[in-house]
């Protein structure tokens, strides 16, 4: 808040940030509670995206303790220059699903409740899946999704291979850019935004390879 101006203009913005962010922050955190599903709108890449990031990853570091891997900004949100939905997309690595079993209470009481369900991401190979567990943020102003994946897949790995590979190479963070438009304005009208989703990842399967090869010719390690 800006404390500079008009004290009537300073107690509205404090009223807002009460009554729109901090009571129904309160109330997603005890009633562990996700936000509510959030169309694939598109927003310009914001600058401030990586800081909001480490913020948040602080807390995730602080809750999951020694029992944390790492903990990263990863997806479309940390990849500067590339437009995405106002959603931060991090990930925490652990030694075993046991372990992010484990953490499930003390991620919701740090404000990151656990989604209901089976999560899992789609083996490269097309055989099988990699099961992961899924967090949200209970700020209803900041929006966050939680991958809390295991080192004995490789899908942690291709999070950060993905994310290092398009920061790279500018060409096929445009070509991404563009695939991410398109759909975006392809299914604007569906709220759960799946099939959003599945064409995207069509297309960020193929990437993956060459990012392979990039990571052989560079060095490239996580």
């Keep these: 808040l800006d404390n500079g101006g008009p004290e009537d203009a300073v107690l509205a913005e404090v009223d807002a940030l009460w009554a729109d962010r901090l009571v129904p922050f309160e109330a997603n955190v005890r009633l562990r509670r996700p936000r ?11 600058l401030t995206w990586p800081a909001q990031a480490e913020r948040v990853l602080a807390r995730v570091r602080a809750a999951a303790g020694h029992l944390a ?41 740090a404000g990151f409740p656990r989604l209901a369900g089976d999560w899992c991401d789609d083996a490269q190979d097309g055989e099988g899946t990699w099961p992961k567990r899924m967090h949200v943020g209970g700020d209803p102003r900041r929006p966050v999704n939680l991958h809390v994946r295991s080192v004995e ?3 942690w790995r291709l999070a950060l291979l993905f994310r290092d590979y398009l ?21 604007a009208a569906d709220p759960t935004f799946e099939a959003y989703a599945d064409e995207k990842q069509e297309f960020v399967n193929g990437v993956f390879a060459r990012a392979e090869k990039w990571a052989a010719a560079t060095g490239w390690t996580p």
Excluded at 36 to 46: N, Q, R
Excluded at 78 to 88: F, Q, R, S
Excluded at 170 to 187: C, F, I, Q
């Design 69 to 109: 891997r790492r903990a990263d900004h990863i997806g479309s949100t940390a990849v500067p220059g590339l437009p995405a939905k106002d959603i931060l997309d991090l990930q925490l690595t652990v030694s075993t699903l046991d372990d992010a079993d484990a953490l499930g209470d003390l991620l919701a009481d």
């Design 167 to 187: 920061r790279a190479n500018p060409d096929e963070r445009d070509d991404y850019r563009d695939v991410k438009l398109r759909l975006a304005e392809a299914h």
């Design 153 to 155: 897949t490789p899908a």
């Design 36 to 46: 509510p599903p959030m169309s694939p709108k598109i927003a310009g890449y914001d």
